[in-house]
Protein backbone atom coordinates (compact mmCIF):
# COMPACT_ATOMS: atom_id res chain seq x y z
CA UNK A 1 0.00 0.00 0.00
CA UNK A 2 1.23 3.62 -0.61
CA UNK A 3 0.71 4.95 2.76
CA UNK A 4 3.19 1.67 4.28
CA UNK A 5 6.09 2.68 2.72
CA UNK A 6 8.09 4.15 5.42
CA UNK A 7 9.76 6.99 3.91
CA UNK A 8 12.78 9.27 4.61
CA UNK A 9 12.17 11.62 7.32
CA UNK A 10 9.58 10.01 9.06
CA UNK A 11 9.54 8.42 12.96
CA UNK A 12 11.62 5.38 13.57
CA UNK A 13 8.07 3.88 14.83
CA UNK A 14 4.71 5.21 12.86
CA UNK A 15 1.21 4.30 12.81
CA UNK A 16 -0.92 4.31 9.75
CA UNK A 17 -4.12 3.38 9.29
CA UNK A 18 -5.98 2.24 6.09
CA UNK A 19 -9.68 1.99 6.23
CA UNK A 20 -11.74 0.51 3.35
CA UNK A 21 -15.77 -0.01 3.60
CA UNK A 22 -16.97 -0.97 0.00
CA UNK A 23 -20.27 -2.73 1.86
CA UNK A 24 -21.14 0.52 3.96
CA UNK A 25 -21.12 2.86 1.08
CA UNK A 26 -22.84 0.82 -1.08
CA UNK A 27 -25.46 0.12 1.83
CA UNK A 28 -26.15 3.74 2.39
CA UNK A 29 -26.86 4.40 -1.47
CA UNK A 30 -29.42 1.50 -1.91
CA UNK A 31 -31.12 4.31 0.30
CA UNK A 32 -31.25 6.53 -2.84
CA UNK A 33 -32.97 4.97 -5.51
CA UNK A 34 -34.69 8.14 -6.66
CA UNK A 35 -31.16 10.77 -5.75
CA UNK A 36 -29.97 12.28 -8.77
CA UNK A 37 -26.17 12.39 -9.58
CA UNK A 38 -24.66 14.74 -7.34
CA UNK A 39 -27.55 13.40 -4.42
CA UNK A 40 -25.67 10.65 -4.75
CA UNK A 41 -22.05 12.21 -4.67
CA UNK A 42 -22.75 13.89 -1.54
CA UNK A 43 -24.18 10.50 0.30
CA UNK A 44 -20.95 8.74 -0.83
CA UNK A 45 -18.66 11.56 0.25
CA UNK A 46 -20.90 12.09 3.78
CA UNK A 47 -20.23 8.24 4.30
CA UNK A 48 -16.12 8.86 3.62
CA UNK A 49 -16.03 11.47 6.40
CA UNK A 50 -18.02 8.89 8.50
CA UNK A 51 -15.67 5.85 7.66
CA UNK A 52 -12.59 8.38 7.98
CA UNK A 53 -13.20 9.79 10.97
CA UNK A 54 -13.78 6.71 12.60
CA UNK A 55 -10.17 5.68 11.80
CA UNK A 56 -8.96 8.98 12.46
CA UNK A 57 -9.57 8.36 16.25
CA UNK A 58 -9.02 5.18 16.72
CA UNK A 59 -5.42 6.27 15.35
CA UNK A 60 -5.02 9.14 17.12
CA UNK A 61 -5.79 6.40 19.89
CA UNK A 62 -3.76 4.26 19.36
CA UNK A 63 -0.59 6.85 18.92
CA UNK A 64 -1.36 7.62 22.05
CA UNK A 65 -1.28 4.79 24.09
CA UNK A 66 1.46 3.26 22.40
CA UNK A 67 3.37 6.50 22.55
CA UNK A 68 4.01 6.19 18.63
CA UNK A 69 3.33 9.24 16.09
CA UNK A 70 0.11 9.26 13.98
CA UNK A 71 1.58 9.34 10.35
CA UNK A 72 -1.20 9.36 7.60
CA UNK A 73 -4.76 7.95 7.35
CA UNK A 74 -5.38 5.90 3.87
CA UNK A 75 -9.80 5.78 2.75
CA UNK A 76 -9.46 3.09 -0.23
CA UNK A 77 -12.40 1.02 -1.17
CA UNK A 78 -10.59 -2.14 -1.92
CA UNK A 79 -12.78 -5.04 -2.70
CA UNK A 80 -12.50 -8.66 -1.19
CA UNK A 81 -13.62 -11.86 -2.75
CA UNK A 82 -16.88 -11.77 0.18
CA UNK A 83 -19.82 -11.26 -0.76
CA UNK A 84 -21.04 -6.99 -0.35
CA UNK A 85 -17.77 -6.15 0.00
CA UNK A 86 -17.67 -5.24 -3.92
CA UNK A 87 -16.77 -2.10 -5.75
CA UNK A 88 -18.73 -3.21 -8.98
CA UNK A 89 -22.03 -3.56 -6.41
CA UNK A 90 -21.57 0.00 -5.85
CA UNK A 91 -21.98 0.98 -9.48
CA UNK A 92 -24.37 -1.02 -10.27
CA UNK A 93 -26.60 0.02 -6.89
CA UNK A 94 -25.45 3.83 -8.72
CA UNK A 95 -27.94 2.22 -11.65
CA UNK A 96 -26.17 -0.17 -14.14
CA UNK A 97 -27.59 -2.77 -14.94
CA UNK A 98 -23.58 -4.26 -14.74
CA UNK A 99 -20.39 -3.23 -13.97
CA UNK A 100 -18.49 -2.24 -17.23
CA UNK A 101 -21.33 -1.30 -19.35
CA UNK A 102 -21.21 2.32 -20.88
CA UNK A 103 -21.43 5.03 -18.04
CA UNK A 104 -19.34 2.63 -15.91
CA UNK A 105 -16.12 4.74 -16.13
CA UNK A 106 -18.10 8.17 -14.90
CA UNK A 107 -19.80 6.27 -12.32
CA UNK A 108 -16.03 4.99 -10.92
CA UNK A 109 -14.53 8.59 -11.26
CA UNK A 110 -17.57 9.96 -9.54
CA UNK A 111 -17.21 7.70 -6.92
CA UNK A 112 -13.31 8.02 -6.77
CA UNK A 113 -13.91 11.77 -6.56
CA UNK A 114 -16.52 12.03 -3.77
CA UNK A 115 -14.21 8.91 -1.53
CA UNK A 116 -11.57 11.72 -1.63
CA UNK A 117 -13.87 14.55 -1.00
CA UNK A 118 -15.33 13.30 2.02
CA UNK A 119 -11.90 11.61 3.14
CA UNK A 120 -10.01 15.16 3.19
CA UNK A 121 -12.68 16.87 5.38
CA UNK A 122 -12.31 14.10 7.57
CA UNK A 123 -8.52 14.02 8.18
CA UNK A 124 -5.74 16.27 8.47
CA UNK A 125 -3.11 13.19 7.69
CA UNK A 126 -5.00 11.73 4.58
CA UNK A 127 -2.49 9.91 2.25
CA UNK A 128 -1.77 6.91 0.36
CA UNK A 129 -4.09 6.45 -2.41
CA UNK A 130 -7.46 7.44 -1.01
CA UNK A 131 -9.99 6.40 -3.53
CA UNK A 132 -11.09 3.30 -5.39
CA UNK A 133 -9.44 -0.51 -6.23
CA UNK A 134 -10.53 -2.44 -8.80
CA UNK A 135 -9.23 -5.69 -8.68
CA UNK A 136 -10.69 -8.00 -10.89
CA UNK A 137 -10.04 -12.05 -8.68
CA UNK A 138 -10.64 -9.76 -6.21
CA UNK A 139 -14.42 -8.32 -6.66
CA UNK A 140 -17.10 -10.91 -7.06
CA UNK A 141 -19.58 -9.08 -8.89
CA UNK A 142 -16.72 -7.64 -11.46
CA UNK A 143 -15.91 -11.72 -11.42
CA UNK A 144 -19.71 -12.21 -12.80
CA UNK A 145 -19.14 -8.76 -15.18
CA UNK A 146 -16.35 -10.38 -16.87
CA UNK A 147 -18.40 -13.92 -16.86
CA UNK A 148 -20.79 -12.35 -18.97
CA UNK A 149 -18.97 -10.47 -21.08
CA UNK A 150 -20.04 -6.89 -19.82
CA UNK A 151 -16.72 -6.03 -18.79
CA UNK A 152 -13.64 -6.34 -20.89
CA UNK A 153 -9.61 -5.73 -21.05
CA UNK A 154 -10.25 -2.54 -22.85
CA UNK A 155 -12.83 -1.55 -20.53
CA UNK A 156 -10.63 -2.08 -17.80
CA UNK A 157 -8.02 0.29 -19.40
CA UNK A 158 -10.74 2.96 -19.69
CA UNK A 159 -11.61 2.70 -16.29
CA UNK A 160 -8.06 2.72 -14.74
CA UNK A 161 -7.66 6.26 -15.79
CA UNK A 162 -10.18 7.15 -13.22
CA UNK A 163 -9.58 4.54 -10.46
CA UNK A 164 -6.80 4.52 -7.93
CA UNK A 165 -4.58 2.22 -9.57
CA UNK A 166 -4.36 0.29 -12.93
CA UNK A 167 -5.08 -3.09 -14.94
CA UNK A 168 -4.82 -4.95 -11.49
CA UNK A 169 -5.56 -8.87 -10.83
CA UNK A 170 -6.44 -9.62 -14.09
CA UNK A 171 -5.47 -13.18 -15.23
CA UNK A 172 -4.57 -13.81 -18.79
CA UNK A 173 -4.03 -16.71 -20.78
CA UNK A 174 -0.87 -18.48 -20.49
CA UNK A 175 0.59 -18.23 -23.84
CA UNK A 176 0.36 -14.34 -24.26
CA UNK A 177 3.34 -12.43 -25.85
CA UNK A 178 6.04 -10.75 -23.51
CA UNK A 179 5.77 -7.92 -26.27
CA UNK A 180 1.82 -7.95 -25.50
CA UNK A 181 2.17 -7.70 -21.26
CA UNK A 182 5.12 -5.16 -22.39
CA UNK A 183 2.71 -3.54 -24.09
CA UNK A 184 0.35 -3.24 -21.50
CA UNK A 185 2.51 -1.95 -19.00
CA UNK A 186 3.09 0.84 -21.74
CA UNK A 187 -0.07 1.74 -21.66
CA UNK A 188 -0.82 2.03 -18.26
CA UNK A 189 2.34 4.17 -18.10
CA UNK A 190 1.11 6.36 -20.47
CA UNK A 191 -2.03 7.12 -18.75
CA UNK A 192 -0.47 7.80 -15.72
CA UNK A 193 2.02 10.06 -16.81
CA UNK A 194 -0.35 12.16 -18.62
CA UNK A 195 -3.44 11.86 -16.48
CA UNK A 196 -0.46 12.56 -13.61
CA UNK A 197 -2.10 9.78 -11.36
CA UNK A 198 -1.08 6.36 -10.07
CA UNK A 199 -1.15 3.61 -12.43
CA UNK A 200 0.11 -0.44 -12.34
CA UNK A 201 -0.47 -3.03 -14.39
CA UNK A 202 -0.88 -6.69 -11.89
CA UNK A 203 -1.78 -9.09 -14.80
CA UNK A 204 -1.23 -12.74 -14.07
CA UNK A 205 -0.46 -15.54 -17.23
CA UNK A 206 -1.73 -18.49 -15.99
CA UNK A 207 -0.36 -21.25 -17.92
CA UNK A 208 -2.41 -24.02 -19.61
CA UNK A 209 -5.17 -21.75 -19.28
CA UNK A 210 -7.18 -19.76 -22.25
CA UNK A 211 -9.81 -17.77 -22.28
CA UNK A 212 -12.57 -18.05 -20.95
CA UNK A 213 -11.05 -21.00 -18.24
CA UNK A 214 -11.02 -19.70 -14.57
CA UNK A 215 -8.24 -20.18 -11.55
CA UNK A 216 -9.19 -20.25 -8.21
CA UNK A 217 -6.25 -18.46 -6.11
CA UNK A 218 -8.01 -18.60 -2.80
CA UNK A 219 -8.18 -16.38 -0.20
CA UNK A 220 -8.22 -12.46 -0.71
CA UNK A 221 -6.65 -13.52 -3.84
CA UNK A 222 -10.32 -14.89 -5.01
CA UNK A 223 -10.82 -16.23 -8.12
CA UNK A 224 -10.31 -14.84 -11.88
CA UNK A 225 -11.99 -15.97 -15.34
CA UNK A 226 -8.81 -15.80 -17.87
CA UNK A 227 -9.59 -12.54 -20.13
CA UNK A 228 -9.50 -12.43 -23.85
CA UNK A 229 -6.31 -10.28 -25.11
CA UNK A 230 -6.54 -8.48 -28.21
CA UNK A 231 -4.41 -11.22 -30.50
CA UNK A 232 -2.90 -8.80 -32.60
CA UNK A 233 0.63 -8.17 -32.19
CA UNK A 234 2.24 -4.92 -30.53
CA UNK A 235 6.33 -6.25 -30.83
CA UNK A 236 7.46 -4.26 -33.14
CA UNK A 237 6.45 -1.29 -31.30
CA UNK A 238 8.18 -2.60 -28.03
CA UNK A 239 10.97 -3.47 -29.94
CA UNK A 240 12.00 -0.64 -31.20
CA UNK A 241 13.84 0.49 -28.21
CA UNK A 242 14.91 3.92 -26.95
CA UNK A 243 12.85 6.34 -25.05
CA UNK A 244 8.95 7.69 -25.16
CA UNK A 245 9.70 11.19 -24.83
CA UNK A 246 8.40 12.76 -21.62
CA UNK A 247 4.82 14.86 -22.65
CA UNK A 248 4.82 18.67 -22.46
CA UNK A 249 3.02 19.79 -19.13
CA UNK A 250 4.14 23.29 -19.35
CA UNK A 251 1.32 23.89 -21.84
CA UNK A 252 -1.15 23.45 -18.70
CA UNK A 253 0.24 26.29 -16.36
Request: aromatic letters at 4%; hydrophobic letters at 45%.
Amino acid sequence: MAGAFHGIGESENIINVGVSGPGVVKTALEEMKDATADELAEKIKVTAFKITRAGQIVGKEVSKRLGVPFGILDLSLAPTPAVGDSVAEILEVMGLERCGTHGSTAALAMLTDAVKKGGIMASSSVGGLSGAFIPVSEDNRMIASVEDGCLTFDKLEAMTSVCSVGLDMIAIPGDTPDDTISAMIADEAAIGVINNKTTAVRVVPVYGMKAGDKVDWGGLFGAAPIMEVNAFSSSDFIQRGGLIPAPVHSFRN
